[in-house]
């Protein structure tokens, strides 16, 4: 029933600019895109939200392109602390998400 | 940011029994309410939505005998999973909406079932 799909891992150092693309081909018009961070043994924290060309937070980017078919969270210089799982979620405004696998973001020293 | 609360965080129960977890949404109201577990190195798994004042909708093979949700407020929605077993171990998760695109999750409940 997951909307979305989404490399299941990736490796950076830190320092790097990482970029986790999703594929969300079948995104209705009242679906908004949202990319959540989880961490061993808590609840998913909100990253970003977007529903066309790019926003830009304080702590990470997203980038959509004029279909909406997919969808890119860019992490500006990341540490080692922002290795967790991320889930990009597609979803009206009634937030009824169905997860992924999400992608485990490995940073290495 | 609203903040989901959820109660308790860790909790031990025996085989048999029944035990309820609380999510509770602390600044805001929340229309409807979300119910998640997730296994080990797994991904969520909605288990059922919840709205103020109505019955729960579950998601297809998701026991509603054994995942009793009572959305009694607007503030509070509770999962009672009743008589556990060891397979119900899991990491229950409550997010919340207020009819806007961001959802608000709660930090989890370990459920362990000796």
């Known amino acids: 029933l997951a909307k979305t799909t989404q490399p299941i891992s990736m490796d950076s150092y830190e320092g790097q600019e990482v970029n986790i693309t999703c594929s969300h081909n079948n995104i209705a018009t009242n679906d908004y895109i949202t990319w959540y961070q989880q961490f061993p043994s808590q609840g998913p924290r909100f990253i970003i939200q977007?529903?066309?060309t790019k926003v830009t937070n304080e702590v990470a980017s997203l980038f959509i392109p004029a279909d909406r078919k997919s969808s890119t969270l860019s992490l500006p210089r990341v540490s080692l602390s922002d290795t967790a799982v991320y889930y990009c979620l597609v979803a009206d405004n009634f937030n009824k998400f169905y997860f992924g696998s999400g992608t485990k973001l490995n940073v290495k020293p | 940011g609203a903040v989901v609360s959820q109660h308790p965080s860790r909790v031990i129960c025996k085989s048999g029994t029944s035990v309820k977890i609380e999510c509770r949404s602390l600044d805001f109201q929340a229309t409807t309410m979300f119910w998640y577990r997730q296994f080990p190195k797994k991904s969520l798994m909605l288990m059922a939505t919840s709205n103020e004042g109505s019955k729960a909708t579950y998601e297809q093979g998701v026991e509603k005998d054994k995942f009793l949700i009572n959305h009694a407020s607007l503030t509070l929605s509770t999962l009672t999973v009743t008589s556990a077993h060891p397979e119900d171990s899991s990491f229950y998760i409550c997010s919340a909406s207020r009819g806007e695109a961001e959802a608000f999750f709660g930090q989890g409940t370990r459920l362990t079932v000796v």
């Open positions: 977007g529903y066309k």
